[in-house]
């Protein structure tokens, strides 16, 4: 497990529980944070005993409140990695799918990187916004882009030209919030999320994660005729998690699935 100074990381039956622990600025990143972050992430990925990861962050006043505008962190090196702002918001291509739950409010950058995760889990306190244009900066780590993705653009744009807050209920209203529970509920109920999705084979995820993203840009034929052609798909159907799940269908037994790779 890397070390790491701006979040804990945790390992336990399949789950990695990512935690932003920088309360004093609202969980807000800097530079270092962001890298930390990427690090953090890249290792998700390469570990095969990590089959899902859940961010969220410290306290229950804020997920993240965006970039440190008060702390740039260190100056040498880019604001953040390759894969972006938290180490998620440019992290194309991810299989391995990510909760985020949303223990406070979750402002500019930290509410895109609720949207580049999977699901969002909020607590009923938890508020969004991507607030950039009122200090003089735009959403431009995947937010603009993503809203309008979720939303369509008119009901994106009305969020996005206003910099308006929204409340955890008002996100579950638009679909952006898969479920609103009470704060002291909330790790239990990404939890609960992560258990459901663990019941399927890793290889289905990463199969359906492909087909999903090669919709982007595509039309629903073009990505229905070049799927079977993806690498995810060639291996779900070539491998041994499509076997086992008939095998122990049949059987009447809990399916034992291959760590992902």
């Given amino acids: 497990m890397l070390e790491t100074r701006h979040c804990t ?22 530079a270092d944070a962001c890298h930390e972050l990427g690090a953090v992430f890249d290792e998700f990925e390469r570990d095969p ?13 804020s ?12 100056r040498s090196r880019p604001p953040v990695p390759a894969s972006g702002f938290a180490g998620l918001v440019a992290r194309f291509g991810r299989r391995k799918p990510v909760i985020a739950a949303v223990n406070g409010s979750a402002m500019g950058g930290g509410f895109e ?53 929204i409340s955890a209920r008002e996100a579950q209203a638009l679909g952006l919030v898969a479920e609103v529970v009470p704060g002291d509920q909330l790790l239990a109920a990404a939890h609960r999320w992560a258990t459901e999705i663990l019941q399927c084979s890793p290889a289905s995820i990463a199969a359906t994660q492909a087909v999903a993203q090669s919709l982007d840009g595509s039309s629903l034929e073009a990505s229905m005729r070049g799927m079977f052609a993806l690498p995810e798909v060639k291996s779900l159907l070539t491998g041994p998690d499509a076997r086992e799940g008939v095998q122990a269908f049949a059987e009447k037994r809990p399916p034992r699935w291959t760590s992902p790779t």
């Fill in 9 to 30: 990381v945790t390992l336990a039956d399949r789950i990695m529980t990512v935690t932003i622990q920088r309360p004093e600025r609202r969980n807000a990143l800097n």
């Fill in 49 to 61: 005993a990590a089959w899902l990861a859940i961010l969220t962050g410290a306290g229950a006043q």
């Fill in 63 to 74: 997920f993240c409140a965006g970039a440190d505008l008060r702390d740039a962190g260190d």
């Fill in 113 to 165: 990187a609720a949207l580049a995760c999977d699901v969002i889990v909020a607590a009923e306190h938890a508020a969004f916004g991507l607030t950039e244009p009122r200090v003089g900066l735009a959403a431009l780590g995947g937010g603009i882009q993503r809203l309008i993705r979720e939303l369509g653009p008119k009901r994106a744009t009305a969020l996005l030209l206003t910099a308006r807050k």
